[in-house]
Every structure is written in structure tokens, then in C-alpha cells.
């Protein structure tokens, strides 16, 4: 083989060796891509928690309005109306990070949940039906809680994580508050 030859040769050794080596293999290819759609699905399962979570406060919020009437319980009265204004201002946070996001949330709570408020107010508003709305509100943040809480790790995005660090404290004031009601009543 004369020199020219070998030359052609070695180079063309040398561009098949760099065109293989610079291609990346399909597990990196995979890995890339499992990353992008795992943003996306994080980003995803944060705007449902986020559209949840708007619903749930809405929920709260209606079911504090017939208490807020209340004439004879001034305690209970008073309760129901922090609660309202409480959750009032964490649906404000939560509008804002859902603006911020370009998250499109519930401007009330759902129609069931209206109904429902609707028929206990239509109610005589006796010791015992106050007593049951105590128990409710009571289980309803608990299980807001648990949810804050248990969402809290999985959380994919920073600033949802600091107002889910930011309404825990305010949740389980709000859930003493109805526990020491609750022994009262």
C-alpha cells in the first residue's frame, strides 16, 4: 500500500471513529427526553393541584357564609367569619401563582358544593346543626391539611412549595380554632 493510500485509510478510520463517538446513544437520547416530559408532567400534576386546592378554599369560604349570619353564638360567629377571611386572602395567594404560571383556576366553588350550602342554610339553625357544621369544617381542614402536606414533597416547582409552607400553619391554626370550639359546644 503506498502512503496515499494509507492515508485515505487512517482518515477514513479516524471520521468514522469521531462520527460514533460524537452521536449520543439512545439511553442519553431517553434520558433528555424522559426529562422533558417529566417537567411537563410535573408542571401538569402542580396546576391540578394548584386548581384543587382554589377549590377547596372556595368550598371553605361558602360554607362559612351561613355561620357568618348566626345571631345567638357570637363565638362561632366570629370563628366562621376568620375562617372566611382566612381562606379569602390563601385563594388570593394561590391567584397569584396561578397567574404567574399561566394556570387557569375556578373563580367558585362547584355547584354540588353550593347546593349543599344552600340546604343547610334553609335549615332552622339549632345547637346540634352547629355542632354537625363544627365536625364538618373541622374534617374539611384536616383533610386540607393532609393534602398540603402530603403534596408538600411532590411538589415540582419552588414557589408552590413556599405557599403550600406558607398556608400550613395558617390550616392547622384554623383546625385548633374548631377543636377547642368543638369542646366548648
Not at 50 to 60: D, G, K, L, R
Not at 142 to 148: A, C, F, V, Y
Request: hydrophobic share 40%.
Amino acid at each position: 500500500m503506498n502512503s496515499n493510500t494509507r492515508l485515505i485509510l487512517v482518515l477514513f478510520l479516524a471520521g468514522a471513529w469521531a462520527s460514533c463517538r460524537d452521536k449520543p446513544d439512545s439511553k442519553e437520547i431517553a434520558e433528555k427526553e424522559n426529562q422533558k416530559s417529566l417537567d411537563t408532567r410535573t408542571a401538569e400534576r402542580d396546576a391540578q393541584f394548584v386548581v384543587n386546592q382554589v377549590s377547596a378554599h372556595y368550598a371553605m369560604v361558602d360554607w362559612t357564609k351561613p355561620v357568618v349570619k348566626v345571631k345567638e353564638q357570637r363565638e362561632l360567629r366570629d370563628l366562621a367569619y376568620q375562617l372566611q377571611r382566612e381562606h379569602l386572602r390563601m385563594i388570593d395567594q394561590w391567584k397569584e401563582y396561578a397567574e404567574n404560571n399561566n394556570i387557569v383556576l375556578p373563580d367558585s366553588s362547584v355547584s354540588s358544593v353550593k347546593n349543599e350550602v344552600d340546604e343547610f342554610s334553609a335549615q332552622d339553625q339549632d345547637s346540634a346543626k352547629l355542632k354537625s357544621w363544627v365536625d364538618d369544617m373541622l374534617d374539611k381542614e384536616k383533610k386540607m391539611l393532609s393534602r398540603l402536606e402530603d403534596y408538600m414533597a411532590n411538589a415540582g416547582d419552588p414557589a408552590l412549595k413556599v405557599i403550600i409552607q406558607a398556608d400550613l400553619p395558617v390550616i392547622r391554626m384554623n383546625r385548633d380554632q374548631l377543636m377547642m370550639l368543638k369542646s366548648k359546644l
